[in-house]
Nanobody, 128 residues
Framework: QVQLVESGGGSAQSGGSLRLSCTASGYTYSSYSRAWFRQAPGKEREGVAVIDGDGYTRYVDSVKGRFTISRDNAKNTLYLQMNSLKPEDTAVYYC??????????????????????WGQGTQVAVAS
């Protein structure tokens, strides 16, 4: 069974930094994408960053230049380095994974419905 566990959330001041981690286990995918989503109170879940099996990355416009998604395949770990944090970044952040073997991960890459494996979420709070 695929399991994803996030860590690294917490509080930061505006302009500060945090790094989120997500460890994955129980999967044998040869082609996959991993992503970070976030959900603020009263808002829908939105895609933040995604990295595919070839290392290609995509970001939502609001975090471009500030956030960096990366992975360490040897450790089965996904990271989200968040710099220049803003109060608007406050949300619960979720790690997610999808298989790309039978679906095109070039399509709907920020659609939560396409990701069938999720972590429990980690809270990020950015104060002004």
């Amino acid at each position: 069974q695929v399991q994803l566990v996030e860590s690294g959330g917490g509080s930061a001041q505006s302009g500060g930094s945090l790094r989120l981690s997500c460890t994955a286990s129980g999967y044998t995918y040869s082609s996959y994408s991993r992503a970070w989503f976030r959900q603020a109170p009263g808002k829908e879940r939105e895609g933040v960053a995604v990295i595919d099996g070839d290392g290609y990355t995509r970001y939502v416009d609001s975090v471009k230049g500030r956030f960096t998604i990366s992975r360490d395949n040897a450790k089965n770990t996904l990271y989200l380095q968040m710099n220049s944090l803003k109060p608007e970044d406050t949300a619960v952040y979720y790690c997610a994974m999808r298989s790309c073997l039978y679906d095109s991960c070039n399509l709907y890459y920020f659609s939560a419905m396409k990701y069938h494996y999720w972590g429990q979420g980690t809270q990020v709070a950015v104060a002004s």
